[in-house]
């Protein structure tokens, strides 16, 4: 063949993952394949929170601007609430703390 033509299709983007650690079924890293992933999402994925997890003290570990910053997930309160939209978007390298 003196000139092929290739084309390639992305079918899923792995690269892009969130971490979950702590008092959570599973933890570890996950693909962050939809557009958009919240904190309450990723804990399902994860399986869930154990009994022991001091759920008013989630953090979710981020960088921005060059800065690592601190975010509080109060799950109790949230759940209290019933406002998904009011949950933590997760950015690529995010990193959820169950404590």
Known sequence: VTEPIATVVVRQINSRKVYITGQVARPGQYPLTSSSMNVLQLIATAGGLSDYAKSKDI?????QQGHPVSLRFDYVQFMKQNKTSQAIELKAGDIVVVP
């Open 59 to 63: 953090r979710v570990m981020r960088v």
